[in-house]
């Protein structure tokens, strides 16, 4: 099979948001966090998308917390790591200060200020919303540095505009090497439907990497689709914390087994770090 053929895997393994009342499975501590990256390299996962917590489960921007989790990580498997820059009234000084000083591979770049909300049909009600910040001077500002120490940007993109506006920054030379997570499902961005992915997959600019993220528990049907469309995709507990409907996971390893499956049952194969090394263009460490 072609190199080009493959799929990229990623396990995005704790988020920010959910904690353990909600899925007792979530990792909370560095150790915890490189215990399931190295489950999900073992499942077949060529890369996982980190976002920092305390101990006690709430979200840390702290470098040296960071930095535990990438040596754990490091310790136990060579999965190509992607750390979060997103975040909710943190300063972008914060926001970028572990990407400046630990250099991974990947970083995540969101492409626009949007509503983030979660809405209840049962209650009628949001269980959350909030105004998710950034501007283009901001995106230019993360930017800046990715570029200067050479780590790949993943830009986030949560709706068509924020696709569209990968572009000014192309001309502008400030995007070269890079690559495009669309995101789907989130109250305020894309709905999650095959459709939609179907049209903004096509306008993501030929020769670039592309993964689909869905929220909730159309993460498999956007994972199917993105699979039928040549794109790679991304699972985890951060994203979705069910196998089926009613079956939680027990942590990020399953998600990633079914996910392989999924793969290989339309013929295609999961990547190797080697080969999405490869594919999505990044440094050896």
Known sequence: MAIEDKVVITAALTGVAANRNQCKWIPYTPQEIAEEALACYNAGASAVHIHARENDGSPSWRVEVFREIMDEVRKRCPIIINFSTGAVLVERDDRIAHIRELKPEIAALNMGTMNYAKYSPK?????????????????????????????KPECECFDLGHLESIFPLIDMGLLKNFQVSLIMGVVGGMAATARNLAHVASLVPAGIAWEVIGISQEQWLLVATALALGGNIRVGLEDNFYLSPGEMSQGNGPLVEKAVRMTRDIGREPATVAEARAILKVREI
Do not use: W
Request: net charge negative; hydrophobic share 50%.
């Open 123 to 151: 209650r009628k009600s949001f269980v959350f919303s909030v105004v998710f910040h950034n501007p283009f001077e901001d995106i230019i500002f993360f930017l800046d540095t990715m570029n200067q120490l050479g780590i």
